[in-house]
């Protein structure tokens, strides 16, 4: 079975400081991943994705790859109240019927206290 | 450039009434998909449509149909609405399988 794992928290920490959100993927053959932002009663937007190992930089945003760990993660510099929001990992899934479609997680709900 | 839209914004229905939500989008995307979400699941998908003309059962499709009536315009219907089906429901599209833009969702209540 397919699955993205994310711890849903919530996830409190001051303003100004660093949030660090995690997610796991169980499908080794995974090769796009994504975060994306949901703000209570809203849609989700796309904020990052991340194809290769390593570190990806997006203004005060920064998502992580680990694929021998199957590990993705996102962190948001100099959190600010406005980042407050639950967070989605969604990552393509090639296992089973899934023919590249995108597998999300439950997400992770971030505040940001002022 | 609206990007993604639906319709209706809300809706309530009654057991065993009928409804279609529309959903359309202005980015001249191939692919479309219809998501429900619900409190503590997560994103699940119902139905896809690869490319005009072709349609694919998702995670959760039963009870429900789709149309791809052209490029622009994928519907979701709900042929005899049930309580279970109370959700927040998603329409989104994609030039491929992957970077997924969000209409901003539908609100339906089963009584």
């Known amino acids: 079975q397919k699955e993205v794992e994310q711890n849903s928290g919530p996830l409190s920490v001051p303003e100004g400081a660093i949030a660090s959100l995690n997610c796991t993927y169980s499908?080794?053959?995974?090769?796009?991943f994504f975060w994306y932002r949901q703000y209570s009663g809203k849609s989700p937007e796309l904020i990052m994705s991340i194809y290769s190992n390593g570190d990806k930089e997006d203004g005060r945003f920064t998502a992580q790859l680990n694929k021998a760990s199957q590990y993705v993660s996102l962190l948001i510099r100099d959190s600010q109240p406005s980042d407050s929001a639950t967070y989605l990992c969604a990552v393509n899934g090639l296992e089973g019927g899934s023919q590249g479609n995108l597998i999300f997680g439950k997400g992770t709900k971030l505040s940001v206290k002022p | 450039n609206a990007g993604v839209t639906q319709t209706p914004k809300f809706q309530v229905l009654k057991t065993g009434q009928s409804m279609t939500l529309q959903c359309a989008q202005d980015?001249?995307?191939?692919?479309m998909y219809w998501y429900r979400q619900d409190p503590g699941m997560g994103l699940r998908l119902i139905y896809y449509s690869a490319s005009e003309g072709t349609t694919d059962k998702g995670e959760v499709p039963n009870g429900y149909n789709v149309s791809r009536l052209n490029k622009r315009e994928f519907s979701l219907r709900l042929e005899s609405a049930a309580p279970s089906q109370t959700s927040v429901y998603f329409c989104a599209s994609s030039v491929v399988a992957e970077t997924q833009y969000f209409g901003p969702g539908t609100r339906l209540l089963v009584l």
């Open positions: 499908d080794r053959g995974s090769q796009s």
């Open positions: 980015m001249n995307h191939n692919s």
